[in-house]
T-cell receptor, first 119, second 112 residues
Framework: EAQVTQNPRYLITVTGKKLTVTCSQN?????MSWYRQDPGLGLRQIYY???????DKGDVPEGYKVSRKEKRNFPLILESPSPNQTSLYFC??????????????????FGPGTRLTVL | QKEVEQDPGPLSVPEGAIVSLNCTYS??????FMWYRQYSRKGPELLMY????GNKEDGRFTAQVDKSSKYISLFIRDSQPSDSATYLC????????????FGKGTLLTVNP
């Protein structure tokens, strides 16, 4: 089954304790991305990766790190979590879909989410 | 002005109603317009996409894009309780640009 998996699904931690949220996709997608979703703010992109060893900042990268050593995996690292990073996190992967009209569009597949609470 | 504006609702309708969900945007470079559906405690999933202006129909769902007004809509006919979810519009300029810009989402509840 084609899917994006994230672990853990739920995590409660304390300020300053380093953590990693893993993300893996089995669809051979080149593009992967991390989002956080907060009430009233919607989905905001944290980091993205166009391919192995190619990563770049999204709209809210402060306090986060990522790495892309393999095509299928894109972990999100919080070196020193703070309470303002309490959020719902989604990993996504995507590819460009060609249409009969010659257009290309980007379909993103999302993981199930990781609910993070930083105390 | 935010790039994409979407009324967060919440929107509550009776079963069988026609639902209209809307987004406005400011970036004229957007060419691809998508609607994602997100059930509670799940990740968003693609519902429909439209390229440029026009209409697209898929079963009970119709997506409309009016690029001249920078306005997109999703219509749900004969709404069902299973349609209860958050609906997010998303847009992108296409080509090799993967970045999606999302609206904040509208929470829809369809009451039996």
């Amino acid at each position: 089954e084609a899917q994006v998996t994230q672990n853990p699904r739920y995590l409660i931690t304390v300020t300053g304790k380093k953590l990693t949220v893993t993300c893996s996709q089995n669809m051979n997608h080149e593009y992967m991305s991390w989002y956080r979703q907060d009430p009233g703010l919607g989905l905001r992109q944290i980091y993205y990766s166009m391919n192995v060893e190619v990563t770049d900042k999204g709209d809210v990268p402060e306090g986060y790190k990522v790495s892309r050593k393999e095509k299928r995996n894109f972990p999100l690292i919080l070196e020193s979590p703070s309470p303002n990073q309490t959020s719902l996190y989604f990993c996504a992967s995507s590819f460009l879909v060609g249409t009969s009209g010659g257009a290309l569009y980007n379909e993103q597949f999302f993981g199930p989410g990781t609910r993070l609470t930083v105390l | 002005q935010k790039e994409v504006e979407q009324d967060p609702g919440p929107l509550s309708v009776p079963e069988g109603a026609i639902v209209s969900l809307n987004c406005t945007y400011s970036n004229s470079a957007f060419q691809y317009f998508m609607w994602y559906r997100q059930y509670s405690r799940k990740g968003p999933e693609l519902l429909m996409y439209t390229y440029s202006s026009g209409n697209k129909e898929d079963g009970r769902f119709t997506a409309q894009v009016d690029k001249s007004s920078k306005y997109i809509s999703l219509f749900i006919r004969d709404s069902q309780p299973s349609d209860s979810a958050t609906y997010l519009c998303a847009m992108n300029s296409g080509g090799s640009n993967y970045k999606l810009t999302f609206g904040k989402g509208t929470l829809l509840t369809v009451n039996p």
